[in-house]
T-cell receptor, first 113, second 112 residues
């Protein structure tokens, strides 16, 4: 069935370093890829998204890249700060027009001061 | 301000009992979704709705039901609670024709 794989499951970086989280999706009809950040005990919150007609999108220290041919997309966080520590989820909107998400299993990012 | 709320925020129940979790949004969003979140599984889709009287099964729908009688609410019912349904439940909504989903604060359910 439709699937999104996310790696790594945990990631520790030093403050100021970059962090990269990678996701691979199986449904070639997927055309929308959001990233959510979830702090402990809180709801998932959208931090950035990308559509299939775009290869890269940036928002300050956060960027997302998409390779449709390889069916993978990545989240890049530069100049990490302690407040970036959280669980990050990628998702793929599985079939055009259904607006359903298949989520990855999450990456726990720890930024060490 | 428009928002999405869930109630209760915490619930303890016994196996076999019927439980209903409420989700209410004031954004007038047509699309509403229910997910459960478990360690190691991320967020998995239980049921979803594209509008009043429309409901659809997600990937983990067994043991759950929903009904949509108005735009604002999508209650989730566990017909006969099982310990395997202990989880954190999130409701989400999105505008018709748009993909971005906005999540409620979650309900932590413990089935003993």
């Amino acid at each position: 069935g439709e699937n999104v794989e996310q790696h790594p499951s945990t990631l520790s970086v030093q403050e100021g370093d970059s962090a990269v989280i990678k996701c691979t999706y199986s449904d070639s009809a997927s055309n929308y890829f959001p990233w959510y950040k979830q702090e402990l005990g809180k709801r998932p919150q959208l931090i950035i998204d990308i559509r299939s007609n775009v290869g890269e999108k940036k928002d300050q220290r956060i960027a997302v890249t998409l390779n449709k041919t390889a069916k993978h997309f990545s989240l890049h966080i530069t100049e990490t700060q302690p407040e970036d520590s959280a669980v990050y989820f990628c998702a793929a909107s599985t079939t055009s027009g259904t607006y359903k998400y298949i989520f990855g299993t999450g990456t726990r990012l720890k930024v060490l001061a | 301000d428009a928002e999405i709320t869930q109630s209760p925020r915490h619930k303890i129940t016994e196996t076999g009992r019927q439980v209903t979790l409420a989700c209410h949004q004031t954004w007038n969003h047509n699309n509403m979704f229910w997910y459960r979140q478990d360690l190691g599984h991320g967020l998995r889709l239980i049921h979803y709705s594209y509008g009043v009287h429309d409901t659809n099964k997600g990937e983990v729908s067994d043991g759950y039901s929903v009904s949509r009688s108005n735009t604002e609410d999508l209650p989730l019912t566990l017909e006969s609670a099982a310990s395997s349904q202990t989880s954190v439940y999130f409701c989400a909504s999105s505008v018709r024709g748009a993909e971005t989903q906005y999540f409620g604060p979650g309900t932590r359910l413990l089935v003993l």
